[in-house]
């Protein structure tokens, strides 16, 4: 007999926790357009008078993005690093979804890195409204991945806990290297 597992992988808990916050007529960013999932999601909760900013630096991810979202005014693609967070987004947000790696169906070559993820999330935290969530699903089990995902967590350790509260989130009895889920709350702060 087989059951319905309810502990959510690490997507699908990103998810709960954003449809938390989010409502209708919030401002969120999906800094990693992928395949367009997390921009479809974000749009369907902030509805036509909200706003989505999607970023990608890939073709294929930019059109398959627009594909899925090609009827959503809502929503408007950025074909750059989400490390341009700061020079192309300027209001304040409610949640930031961050898919680490690669696109799956795409060339794996192409991987986020440390040094940029961090200045998205930087620049991510600063635009967060008192209330919001910026989530980083980090995947470990590609080149470059335990680093980034690392260096990530070690910044967000120094987060000041009256500003922001930090959680790691993650199933440890899985083979392959499952993703895990970072979540930064903003408690306070200027937004």
Not at 146 to 152: D, G, T, Y
Request: aromatic fraction near 6%; charge should be negative.
């Amino acid at each position: 007999m087989s059951i319905t597992p309810i502990v959510p992988g690490a997507l699908e808990l990103a998810h709960q926790f954003v449809s938390k916050v989010l409502s209708e007529g919030d401002h969120a960013i999906d800094a990693t357009a992928g395949n367009g999932h997390d921009t479809l999601f974000l749009a369907r909760i902030v509805g036509p008078g909200g706003r989505v900013s999607s970023f990608d630096i890939q073709d294929q991810a930019i059109s398959k993005t627009r594909e899925k979202v090609r009827e959503l005014g809502q929503v408007k693609l950025f074909q750059s690093g989400h490390e341009n967070i700061a020079e192309l987004v300027f209001s304040p947000v409610k949640a930031v979804m961050f898919n680490l790696g690669y696109l799956p169906s795409g060339d794996k070559s192409i991987i986020t890195s440390a040094d940029t993820s961090i200045k998205g999330i930087e620049a991510s935290l600063k635009l967060l409204c008192a209330g919001g969530l910026v989530t980083v699903t980090a995947y470990t089990g590609h080149s470059g991945g335990s680093f980034e995902a690392e260096a990530i967590e070690a910044h967000l350790k120094e987060l000041p806990q009256d500003e922001f509260k930090v959680a790691r989130f993650e199933i440890i009895n899985q083979r392959n290297q499952p993703p895990h889920l970072l979540v930064v709350e903003r408690l306070a702060g200027p937004l």
